[in-house]
């Protein structure tokens, strides 16, 4: 049966360190290494007090089991641990790991650590107290939301029983009015202390920080030092400092796929942020072109690109992917970097039809969209053709892919865009990278969907973008052809002059004309 606990952290950075350089390494490294392993841990929380005689910061972190923490994985942790053996709470209590930032940052705990005396029955009547009394008075205090109470952990071997309390509150509470000090004044607390604690040790503290399993602190990375650049062991995990931060690392989804991603732009972690979802072939630098201009133009917004499924290996056995699977994979994205609403997504092609879907399926995940050369519905035809490319791409033990790659650019861009060498063979070469099998099982979200029922239940702004030549202008004709059924009063489409299938890589300046006012 599994013991839930509490990994419980303090520490206070030695003199000299820059706070910048400790929140950096706590924030991108420390934390989202340990919530990567959602087996073992619920959350990670980084709390700050004002107490000059407590160290400054602490960090908590739920655990779903103690005994995991004896495993390899864990078993240079040398923290404190405990089992939890009392919990209440409100109603309508939510984890701060499930909540924005901006809805957590600021809240309180209240902590406490009692050493029990070594006397008998005094570690009973103290867990009898705190849970058939103590707990229902803190609870009648404007602002409480939770009460735990934990004790020193079974997986440690320890002479002396150590119990640690904690009281999560509102920003907004009671506790310094006359209600709240009763709580710590009280005579019945005071008198189970004098007979059952030998110490304790109070403190207070605020919540400003919450993880999640992939780095994302591009504010404390901005106000480092260039030779603060970091990149991991395994190459996965490339941080770049200074005044325009980049953090490059990856996302582990349910299924043991990961998922590449950048994060970049303005460092202020509350600032609007735009997600980007690729084209089927592709991977994030297809943005780059565009990316580069929206940052000039667009300073105070944070952007977030990914590689969406079947760019890179997949996990085995394969399993044919479905526009449904790459959309929850988007939010899974935005979840794992602890985005609950984006300021936009644009996607284009497959990841086109992602963005529209993603919007119609969970309207509040983004303020608007921008959807650009694809279609609503998939068909026959098109199935067979992405059938005849994977028989392609398989060619010479999966070499055909560079065949597959000269042929698809060819399909993709317009005659302007095959005039230029360097973009042509930018885009070849992307495309040739793709895995091969990573293509034949993603290719097939574009098989079999269907979004035109839901087209009218659009409630989020959108824009639909088209270049000019796609498709020889068929894809211009097939956009018309629902632009004006999406949502109440249909949306408007832009055509970018001169562009094929990717107007951001063919044509980025054009490309931005035609979404600037509506981004």
Not at 228 to 233: C, G, K, L, N
């Amino acid at each position: 049966m599994a013991t839930p606990g509490l990994l419980y952290v303090t520490m206070q950075p030695k003199p000299g360190l820059s706070l910048d350089q400790f929140h950096e390494w706590y924030n991108n490294e420390h934390g989202p290494t340990r919530l990567r392993i959602p087996s073992i841990f619920s959350n990670g929380l980084r709390y700050q007090t004002d107490d000059p005689e407590k160290p400054r910061f602490c960090a908590l972190y739920d655990v779903k089991d103690m005994k995991l923490l004896e495993t390899e994985t864990q078993v240079d942790v040398k923290r404190y641990f405990y089992d939890l053996v009392f919990s209440t709470q409100t109603g309508p209590y939510l984890p701060p790991q499930t909540l924005p930032e901006s809805v957590t940052n600021g809240l309180l705990i209240i902590s406490e650590e009692a050493t029990i005396k070594d006397t008998e029955g005094a570690a009973e009547e103290y867990e009898k107290w705190f849970a058939s009394e103590y707990a229902s008075m803190i609870s009648k205090v404007a602002g409480w939301l939770r009460t735990r109470l934990f004790k020193n952990s079974s997986i440690e071997d320890s002479s002396k029983t150590v119990y640690f309390a904690m009281h999560d509150f509102t920003p907004l509470n009671q506790l310094d009015a006359d209600a709240g000090k009763e709580c710590f004044n009280h005579q019945r607390r005071t008198d189970v202390f004098a007979k059952c604690v030998a110490s304790s040790d109070l403190r207070r503290d605020t919540l400003f920080y919450t993880f999640g399993p992939a780095p994302r602190d591009l504010e404390s990375l901005s106000r480092l030092p260039p030779s603060a650049a970091f990149t991991s062991a395994d190459g996965k995990t490339i941080t770049t400092p200074g005044p325009e931060p980049v953090i490059q690392s990856y996302i582990n989804l349910p299924d043991s796929l990961e998922i590449p991603y950048r994060l970049e732009g303005n460092a202020a972690p509350q600032s609007p942020i735009v997600v980007f979802c690729n084209s089927l072939l592709t991977d994030l630098h297809m943005w780059d072109p565009f990316v580069a201009i929206l940052k000039k133009q667009r300073p105070d917004l944070r952007i977030l690109r990914y590689d969406t499924r079947g760019r890179h290996s997949i996990p085995q056995p394969a399993v044919a992917a479905t526009l449904e699977q790459v959309t929850k994979d988007m939010f899974r994205v935005l979840d794992a970097v602890r985005i609950p609403r984006a300021y936009a997504i644009i996607g284009v092609s497959m990841g086109g039809a992602t963005t529209l879907n993603a919007v119609l399926r969970e309207d509040e995940r983004a303020e608007k969209f921008i959807a650009c050369d694809f279609n609503v519905t998939s068909s026959a035809a098109n199935t067979q053709a992405w059938k005849d490319r994977i028989l392609v791409a398989e060619e010479d033990d999966g070499q055909g892919i560079k065949k597959l790659a000269t042929q698809t650019v060819a399909r993709w861009f317009g005659p302007t865009s095959m005039e230029n060498p360097e973009l042509v063979s930018w885009m070849e070469n992307m495309v040739a990278a793709n895995n091969v099998d990573g293509f034949k099982h993603s290719c097939t979200a574009l098989w079999d969907y269907d979004l035109k029922p839901k087209l009218d239940m659009c409630g989020v702004p959108g824009l639909l973008v088209v270049g000019e030549a796609d498709g020889k202008g068929a894809l211009v004709k097939a956009m018309q052809g629902f632009a004006g059924n999406l949502g109440l009063e249909g949306v408007k489409l832009a055509i970018v002059p001169g562009a094929g299938h990717l107007p951001m890589c063919e044509q980025p300046t054009a490309f931005w004309d035609a979404i600037k006012d509506f981004l």
